[in-house]
């Protein structure tokens, strides 16, 4: 039997109002086909239901291809940050609001601190 392989992956951390997509990446074998735009759609209507109201996300300032992608799903263009990155890139943090009637988990209407970390998994070939 082959073993499944982690094809993708979204990795975000939530606190009770606010969450920041940390990581996103698929295969290059399973590129262009869908994949991210799911996670990048999915992802956020799960946090609004747990009642999280922004979601934000760091990009290099560079990454036009990223800036773009992430716009497409509602992301705004913050102020740029000098020296962000490791190597002192600069980044954009990026901001969407999520708006609209919000659900809220449990009685208390608390969310605890999480790390969410969605992979998605196919069986290899
Ligand atoms: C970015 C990435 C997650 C997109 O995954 P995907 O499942 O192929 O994306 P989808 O099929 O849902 O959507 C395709 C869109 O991804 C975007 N895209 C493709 N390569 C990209 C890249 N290197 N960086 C950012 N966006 C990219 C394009 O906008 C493309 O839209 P188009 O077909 O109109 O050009 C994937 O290319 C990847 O894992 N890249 C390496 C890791 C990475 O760059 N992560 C994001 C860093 S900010």
Do not use: C, W
Not at 38 to 44: E, F, G, K, Q
Not at 61 to 68: C, F, K, P, Y
Not at 100 to 109: A, I, P, T
């Amino acid at each position: 039997m082959t073993a499944p392989a982690i094809s993708s992956y979204i990795s975000t951390g939530a606190d009770r109002q606010k969450a920041e997509i940390v990581s996103i990446a698929v295969h290059p074998d399973q590129q262009n086909r869908g994949i991210a735009t799911a996670l990048m759609t999915d992802t956020p209507a799960g946090l609004k239901r747990r009642g999280v109201r922004t979601v934000e996300l760091m990009v290099r300032t560079t990454n036009r291809l990223a800036v773009r992608f992430y716009s497409r799903f509602g992301f705004k263009r913050l102020r740029r940050v000098a020296r962000y990155y490791d190597d002192d890139a600069a980044g954009f943090p990026m901001r969407k609001r999520l708006t609209g009637k919000l659900e809220r988990m449990g009685k208390s209407g608390k969310v605890p601190s999480v790390i969410i970390s969605t992979p998605v998994v196919t069986a290899a070939k």
